[in-house]
Structure formats: C-alpha cells, structure tokens
C-alpha cells in the first residue's frame, strides 16, 4: 500500500482536487483502468473514521457498548454502505469518486465539526447559522468532487448533472435557518441523545444564573 501517495492524494482533494483527477487520467493511460488498485485510501479512511468517531464517543456517550455501535454504524453506513449503494448503480470506479468526495466532508463533518459541536448544539441564532454552514459546505463540496470525477470521463456526457444537487442544498439552507433547524443537534442526538440533552440542560440552567 502507497501511504505517502494517499496522503498526497487527501491533501489535494482539499486543496486541488483537480490535480487528483489529472492524475487519474494519467492512471488509466498506464494501468488502463479508471478505478484505484491499490487499496490505502480506503483503509486510511477507515482507520481515521474510527478515530473520529471515537473521539465523539469519548465526548458524549454514555456506555461502551453503545460506543461500539456508534463507530461500527458510522463506518459501515456512513462510509462503506453510501459508497458501495453507489458503486451499484455505476461501477468500481464510482466507489473511488464517492471516497475522494467522501474525504473532505469527513474533515469538515467529523474533524472540524467535532471541535466546534460545543458552539454548534448551542442555542441562539449563531450556532444554527454555523451548523447549517458547515453542513451546506461540507454536502456542497461532496458533490463538486463527484463532478470532478465523473467529469474526466471521456464517454460519460452531461455530467454537470452531477452540480445540480448543490442548488438544492443551497436552497434548503436558509429554509432550514428560518425554520430553527440546527443539524448539528439533531445529528448528536440520534447518537448521543441523553448526554447533548445535559448540555442543554446545564447551558439553560447556566443562561438562567446569568439572567
């Protein structure tokens, strides 16, 4: 397994996933095939999943049992599931799209949102506005990615079918703000719901002292 070239890989999806993608074409010129032979990016992924999502756990769960379930749901559904669904409908090679996309949504979702989640499950105009954000941005960018993948394919036509998704994300967002729906909380406590509804609880109680 190639890790510096995974890593390279992870970094230019951030920063110039078009550079990942050119390099996919250089892939199937001397391999000829789109999709990926060498397993490292997956197992990374994986591997750094598991350690966000434990680091959720240590934060808010309440039993290690239900730990295990959380890490084992986010890596097989999230990840795993969401991708293979994918590579049904199309092929191997759209496995390979959805893990690229996948990547920088895991940095702003699992990475930067962890570190935030206190502000974010907060109350008050602010966390919604942030938690909804960072959401729009995150499923945004997934769906830029796709584009960008499928878009090197010579034989594939219409792929700007793939950006239409964002239009409707960028709508729903401020729907959503209006509403008072906040992602973020809702997200948490599908997983963590006892120990965000303390959160909340001490915020109120520490709100009120205040007041």
Not at 19 to 40: E, G, I, L, M, S
Not at 172 to 201: A, C
Request: proline share 4%.
């Amino acid at each position: 397994m190639d890790i510096e070239y995974t890593f390279w890989q992870m970094l230019h999806l951030c920063s110039s996933p078009k550079v990942v993608y050119q390099h996919t074409k250089y892939h199937k010129q001397t391999k000829n095939q789109w999709a990926r032979d060498d397993p490292a990016f997956i197992v990374v992924s994986i591997l750094l999943l598991v350690v966000s999502t434990l680091a959720y756990c240590a934060t808010y769960d309440h039993s290690t049992r239900h730990a295990v379930f959380v890490v084992f749901s986010v890596t097989c559904f999230h990840f795993l599931l969401t991708g293979v669904v994918v590579a049904t409908f199309f092929w191997l090679y759209a496995f390979d799209v959805h893990c690229n996309s996948f990547f920088p949504l895991f940095i702003v979702l699992y990475v930067i949102h962890f570190f935030l989640s206190p502000l974010l499950v907060a109350h008050g105009f602010i966390p919604l506005l942030l938690s909804n954000v960072i959401l729009m941005v995150a499923v945004s960018y997934y769906h830029y990615l796709n584009f960008l993948g499928y878009d090197v394919l010579p034989f594939l036509e219409k792929t700007t079918l793939f950006l239409y998704p964002i239009g409707f994300v960028i709508i729903l967002t401020p729907i959503f703000i209006l509403s008072g729906f906040n992602p973020s909380r809702y997200v948490l406590n599908i997983y963590f719901g006892q120990r965000i509804f303390s959160i909340y609880t001490q915020q109120d109680d520490t709100s009120r002292v205040r007041d």
